[in-house]
């Protein structure tokens, strides 16, 4: 492929500012047609966005002959049926995380890529991004010794639409829909970068409950896991407690020290050794998947390899059935 041209299926929040500009910032890579089924909700987005075209019928967008390469935008619940819709059409995807709602879509979605022979992607950005590079970096470069440790600490309060007298929860907290709750939006992302930095999770228990009844899915996660290294860990996962104890910080121990850093909310990383303490301050781009789709298309265009695939995103869903199952 010489010039992508994709094809957004689902332009809603997550494609505003994150990842739907950025396809006409990489290079050799342009954003040509979008859709959504409310169509004047389409027709906005691609007039605000100057995107060429847009449909409210996913059948339309995927067979645009000038839409070379697609991007599912949706909730988890269709990823495996527009995946394979794309790959029958014979174009490549790009899909949201989590990749499906369990491991088994997953797996399925990865087979119909390799059957077409094309490559499929996951958006798991944070494999692009300069702040987890930096910690890759400080891991690999052997400062902190033999890892010994992960810790994973996740607290946040309830969001607005889940509390009050006319409570209105979004999809992410319906699991015929996503899977699961907060946990597997937010903790795939977590589980994702920790299997890149540190190599797979070789097994995982844990306990998830639903102890304020605000929606169907679990709103508390505990869990041990173990790498394939030797290395173990550990994490909590809590949804409804008060702003104020709001935390979201990882740590990676060694035998010489220890990172502290953030998985959403911080751009600081913090290094622990017997030498002192340094800081590192590393924001994210305004978009923050332009990285990662700059390496998608370098990867379509055969100049480069992409990190995020359909093999490795389903990784992180195979890791948070074993969690909650």
Excluded at 113 to 142: M, Q
Excluded at 150 to 172: C, F, K, M, S
Excluded at 275 to 291: A, C, L, R, S, T
């Amino acid at each position: 492929m010489d010039q992508i041209k994709w094809g957004i299926i689902g332009c809603g929040n997550v494609t505003e500012v994150k990842s739907g500009p950025a396809f006409n910032l990489v290079e050799n890579s342009s954003l040509v047609a979008v859709m959504r089924r409310d169509g004047a909700l389409a027709a906005d987005y691609a007039q605000r966005h100057n995107v060429p075209r847009w449909y409210d019928n996913v059948d339309d967008l995927i067979n645009d002959p000038e839409v070379n390469a697609i991007y599912i935008a949706t909730p988890p619940d269709v990823h495996e049926d527009y995946t394979e819709r794309a790959f029958r059409a014979g174009k490549p995807v790009y899909v949201e995380k989590p990749m499906a709602r369990n491991a088994a879509e997953c797996r399925r979605m990865v087979e119909a890529g390799k059957a077409a022979n094309l490559p499929l992607y996951v958006a798991y950005y944070r494999r692009a991004l300069p702040y987890f590079l930096k910690i890759k970096e400080i891991v690999d470069s052997g400062v902190l010794g033999d890892i010994r440790f992960v810790d994973i600490t996740l607290q946040w309060q309830p969001y607005d639409e889940e509390v009050g007298e006319n409570p209105v929860p979004r999809w992410r907290v319906y699991p015929e829909i996503s899977g699961g709750g907060h946990f597997h939006d937010l903790a795939s992302h977590q589980f994702d970068i920790l299997e890149y930095i540190l190599g797979p999770v070789k097994q995982a228990r844990g306990y998830a409950r639903n102890q304020a009844g605000l929606y169907p899915a679990d709103d508390i996660v505990v869990a041990n896991f173990e790498f394939e290294s030797g290395v173990l860990g550990k994490g909590s996962w809590c949804y409804t407690i008060n702003k104020e104890q709001r935390e979201d910080e990882g740590r990676i121990i060694g035998s010489k020290g220890r990172l502290i850093f953030s998985y959403f909310e911080k751009y600081d990383i913090i290094l622990e050794t017997e030498n002192g303490v340094e800081k590192f301050h590393i924001p994210y781009p305004p978009h923050v998947q332009q990285p990662l789709i700059d390496l998608i298309v370098k990867d379509l265009r055969g100049e480069g390899v992409c990190p995020s695939t359909g093999e490795t995103g389903l990784r992180a869903n195979l890791i948070m059935d074993w969690i909650t199952a």
